[in-house]
């Protein structure tokens, strides 16, 4: 199985070699001469000042070199055809390309001794360079004998052209080249001005992550096509170089924070966050790596981000619940898209799956900026789809808002038209109460009047007092539930203050008082005194006739919070609804024979509540207990 694993591969990577060189043959320059080339990897970094004519070199055909990943630098031998070094030849250059290669040294021997010609990223080459554009190009000494040799090195993935020209096609190749370079940054800056457009009108956080991603885009192209060291000569190259480099990283990390606030909108799984805050901290480490001196190590990492981005991105996709079904489809078919454009880069750049020739003519048939074109493109699109739909939302959500702020409106003005409603009937009842009250007061006190009579004017009395009682406690209910007014505290002997409640009940021998000692309590004696009267009253009224009441004082700090407990004994057939107990109105069907409205525990909760505290109710064995912790 092995062995035919292997010949299927091997077999596979010839006719990918066989299809590109059909794609590749007839891609040669007008004007260019036959050159043979060789190259030697020098692993050890030996050799700086002579090239090393000694060492095994290996050939390649054509004219494109990829090695992946290469810290070390790489020697190309070129040998030149015979006639270029005559003197009557025509003038013979050597054009590499791309201009990102960090160092280019041309070694010619001449007159016996080895004459050099610097070039590259990093060192000022435009004045002896013969072309216009941002390739790196020689013009051969018509006295050098031998082959000429090539020292190249970069820190990003190694893929170089080497051609030897005759200098007046590589001029006119240079006017194309420069209108190519012209042509891709200025549309990028297009995309740029879009971006800033689109931040200063809309101020959205996706508006300002696709202007980050442009801006390191930008930057990335004209620092690779050698524009920046052109326009802004004031820096060195080696500084430019180092901007470069880091806009490369940034480029990654922008692309990361623009999928991340995308996806970020919606609700998606936390391993989707967690994985892109992730590799922000495997970016940031990259730069480190590269103000240390391993930019080959922090690249690799860069490539490993970068392909690591879609899927990440389309976890987050799958997973995002509130995305729309029509966005979700083309952001999965954006990061298909987008990934398999990244493999083929990827590919065809590192040689993974194809070696020597045929991975450096796979190379040539790439063009780099026009994948970039796609991706900002489809970007660019969706950024403002998005800023639109946003838009949209955004416009529904603030007629939704009117709309409930009407409602909330209409409401407080209801309810405190009901609140005045109220207040306003329980002034003009009580008033006439008042005066019912002392004529029954006044008949019960005649000397005529007999015993019999004198209970009955008793009973009316106790009536008109209920009645009084309700009103003050509607009113009070209204006040605590539609008011935010502050209430005068004072500091108050609890215990006594209980005592006297409970003397005023209809049976005081049931209710059993207990407390370790004097309790104190700083709070508002109208509010405290509606609260333990209803909760005693309540006990008293539906407790099992004869049964004890228990009221318990426990000062949890003293001076400062107190829990006052009342437990009385009900029927094993009635079944409480604790979770209705404290509602407006509710009695349960057991109790309909006994008076009230229901208010009595829900005015409880609200008073409660206004003070602070807590009440809690539980049921153990037929007993149920009221808690009330004060603050």
Same mark, same amino acid.
């Not at 360079?129 to 004998?145: A, E, G, R, T």
């Not at 992550?209 to 620092?223: H, I, M, N, W």
């Not at 936390?270 to 922000?280: A, E, N, Q, V």
């Not at 409603?421 to 002392?438: A, G, Y």
């Given at each position: 199985?092995?062995?035919?694993?292997?010949?299927?591969?091997?077999?596979?990577?010839?006719?990918?070699?066989?299809?590109?060189?059909?794609?590749?043959?007839?891609?040669?320059?007008?004007?260019?001469?036959?050159?043979?080339?060789?190259?030697?990897?020098?692993?050890?970094?030996?050799?700086?000042?002579?090239?090393?004519?000694?060492?095994?070199?290996?050939?390649?055909?054509?004219?494109?070199?990829?090695?992946?990943?290469?810290?070390?630098?790489?020697?190309?031998?070129?040998?030149?055809?015979?006639?270029?070094?005559? &003197?009557?030849?025509?003038?013979?250059?050597?054009?590499?390309?791309?201009?990102?290669?960090?160092?280019?040294?041309?070694?010619?021997?001449?007159?016996?001794?080895?004459?050099?010609?610097?070039?590259?990223?990093?060192?000022?080459?435009?004045?002896?360079?013969?072309?216009?554009?941002?390739?790196?190009?020689?013009?051969?000494? *018509?006295? *050098?004998?031998?082959?000429?040799?090539?020292?190249?090195?970069?820190?990003?993935?190694?893929?170089?052209?080497?051609?030897?020209?005759?200098?007046?096609?590589?001029?006119?190749?240079?006017?194309?080249?420069?209108?190519?370079?012209?042509?891709?940054?200025?549309?990028?800056?297009?995309?740029?001005?879009?971006?800033?457009?689109?931040?200063?009108?809309?101020?959205?956080?996706?508006?300002?992550?696709?202007?980050?991603?442009?801006?390191?885009?930008?930057?990335?192209?004209?620092?690779?096509?050698?524009?920046?060291?052109?326009?802004?000569?004031?820096?060195? &190259?080696?500084?430019?170089?180092? +901007?470069?480099?880091?806009?490369?990283?940034?480029?990654?990390?922008?692309?990361?924070?623009?999928?991340?606030?995308?996806?970020?909108?919606?609700?998606?799984?936390?391993?989707?966050?967690?994985? !892109?805050?992730?590799?922000?901290?495997?970016?940031? *480490?990259?730069?480190?790596?590269?103000?240390?001196?391993?930019?080959?190590?922090?690249?690799?990492?860069?490539?490993?981000?970068?392909?690591?981005?879609?899927?990440?991105?389309? !976890?987050?996709?799958?997973?995002?619940?509130?995305?729309?079904?029509?966005?979700?489809?083309?952001?999965?078919?954006?990061?298909?898209?987008?990934?398999?454009?990244?493999?083929?880069?990827?590919?065809?750049?590192?040689?993974?799956?194809?070696?020597?020739?045929?991975?450096?003519?796979?190379?040539?048939?790439?063009?780099?900026?026009?994948?970039?074109?796609?991706?900002?493109?489809?970007?660019?699109?969706?950024?403002?789809?998005?800023?639109?739909?946003?838009?949209?939302?955004?416009?529904?959500?603030?007629?939704?808002?009117?709309?409930?702020?009407?409602?909330?409106?209409?409401?407080?003005?209801?309810?405190?038209?009901?609140?005045?409603?109220?207040?306003?009937?329980?002034?003009? +009842?009580?008033?006439?109460?008042?005066?019912?009250?002392?004529?029954?007061?006044? !008949?019960?006190?005649?000397?005529?009047?007999?015993?019999?009579?004198?209970?009955?004017?008793?009973?009316?009395?106790?009536?008109?007092?209920?009645?009084?009682?309700?009103?003050?406690?509607?009113?009070?209910?209204?006040?605590?539930?539609?008011?935010?007014?502050?209430?005068?505290?004072?500091?108050?002997?609890?215990?006594?203050?209980?005592?006297?409640?409970?003397?005023?009940?209809?049976?005081?021998?049931?209710?059993?008082?207990?407390?370790?000692?004097?309790?104190?309590?700083?709070?508002?004696?109208?509010?405290?005194?509606?609260?333990?009267?209803?909760?005693?009253?309540?006990?008293?009224?539906?407790?099992?006739?004869?049964?004890?009441?228990?009221?318990?004082?426990?000062?949890?700090?003293?001076?400062?919070?107190?829990?006052?407990?009342?437990?009385?004994?009900?029927? &094993?057939?009635?079944?409480?609804?604790?979770?209705?107990?404290?509602?407006?109105?509710?009695?349960? &069907?057991?109790? *309909?024979?006994?008076?009230?409205?229901?208010?009595?525990?829900?005015?409880?909760?609200?008073?409660?509540?206004?003070?602070?505290? +807590?009440?809690?109710?539980?049921?153990?064995?037929?007993?149920?207990?009221?808690?009330?912790?004060?603050?």
């Amino acid at each position: 199985m092995a062995i035919v694993a292997i010949t299927m591969v091997n077999l596979f990577r010839a006719i990918c070699a066989l299809l590109i060189s059909l794609l590749w043959h007839g891609v040669a320059p007008a004007g260019s001469t036959t050159a043979t080339f060789a190259y030697f990897v020098d692993t050890a970094s030996a050799h700086s000042s002579a090239p090393p004519i000694y060492a095994s070199y290996r050939s390649f055909n054509g004219n494109l070199l990829s090695l992946d990943y290469q810290k070390h630098p790489v020697w190309v031998r070129v040998t030149l055809p015979m006639d270029s070094q005559a &003197p009557s030849s025509a003038e013979i250059g050597i054009r590499i390309s791309p201009y990102q290669l960090s160092n280019v040294t041309l070694f010619e021997f001449v007159d016996g001794r080895w004459l050099t010609t610097d070039g590259g990223a990093r060192a000022k080459f435009r004045k002896s360079n013969p072309c216009l554009d941002n390739q790196h190009c020689f013009k051969i000494n *018509s006295k *050098s004998s031998g082959p000429a040799y090539v020292r190249l090195q970069t820190p990003t993935i190694f893929n170089a052209t080497i051609e030897v020209l005759d200098v007046s096609t590589m001029r006119a190749d240079s006017a194309a080249g420069l209108a190519s370079v012209s042509i891709s940054t200025t549309m990028a800056a297009g995309l740029w001005l879009l971006g800033l457009f689109f931040l200063a009108s809309e101020k959205s956080r996706l508006s300002f992550a696709f202007l980050f991603f442009q801006s390191t885009v930008l930057l990335a192209l004209t620092g690779t096509s050698g524009l920046l060291t052109e326009w802004f000569s004031f820096f060195s &190259p080696s500084t430019w170089l180092l +901007i470069t480099h880091l806009a490369i990283i940034g480029r990654t990390s922008a692309l990361a924070f623009l999928l991340h606030t995308i996806v970020g909108n919606y609700q998606s799984i936390k391993i989707f966050d967690r994985g !892109l805050k992730g590799l922000y901290c495997v970016q940031l *480490s990259a730069v480190l790596l590269i103000f240390a001196g391993y930019e080959h190590v922090a690249f690799q990492i860069n490539l490993v981000v970068l392909m690591t981005l879609p899927p990440i991105a389309l !976890l987050g996709v799958l997973t995002a619940g509130s995305m729309p079904g029509d966005i979700k489809r083309v952001l999965v078919v954006g990061c298909l898209i987008f990934f398999l454009m990244l493999s083929w880069g990827v590919v065809s750049s590192t040689n993974i799956f194809f070696e020597g020739d045929a991975g450096a003519m796979l190379e040539g048939t790439v063009d780099r900026k026009l994948n970039g074109l796609v991706v900002a493109l489809f970007l660019l699109w969706f950024v403002v789809s998005e800023n639109g739909r946003q838009k949209m939302l955004q416009v529904e959500a603030e007629q939704q808002l009117r709309i409930v702020t009407l409602e909330a409106k209409q409401h407080e003005e209801a309810t405190k038209e009901r609140g005045l409603l109220i207040d306003m009937m329980t002034h003009e +009842i009580k008033n006439p109460l008042s005066t019912m009250r002392f004529a029954v007061s006044a !008949l019960r006190s005649k000397s005529h009047v007999d015993q019999e009579e004198k209970e009955r004017f008793h009973r009316v009395v106790l009536s008109i007092d209920r009645i009084d009682r309700l009103l003050d406690q509607v009113a009070l209910s209204n006040k605590l539930r539609h008011t935010d007014t502050e209430f005068e505290t004072e500091q108050l002997q609890v215990f006594n203050l209980i005592q006297e409640i409970i003397d005023d009940c209809d049976e005081p021998e049931r209710i059993n008082l207990h407390a370790p000692g004097e309790a104190y309590l700083l709070v508002n004696k109208a509010i405290f005194l509606v609260i333990i009267e209803n909760v005693i009253g309540n006990a008293c009224k539906y407790s099992v006739p004869g049964t004890p009441i228990e009221v318990t004082i426990v000062p949890l700090y003293p001076g400062e919070a107190l829990r006052i407990t009342v437990s009385n004994q009900i029927s &094993p057939n009635v079944h409480l609804d604790k979770s209705q107990m404290f509602k407006p109105y509710y009695r349960h &069907p057991d109790t *309909s024979g006994q008076p009230g409205m229901g208010l009595g525990l829900s005015l409880v909760k609200s008073a409660t509540e206004k003070l602070g505290g +807590i009440i809690e109710v539980r049921i153990v064995n037929s007993v149920i207990y009221f808690e009330i912790t004060f603050p």
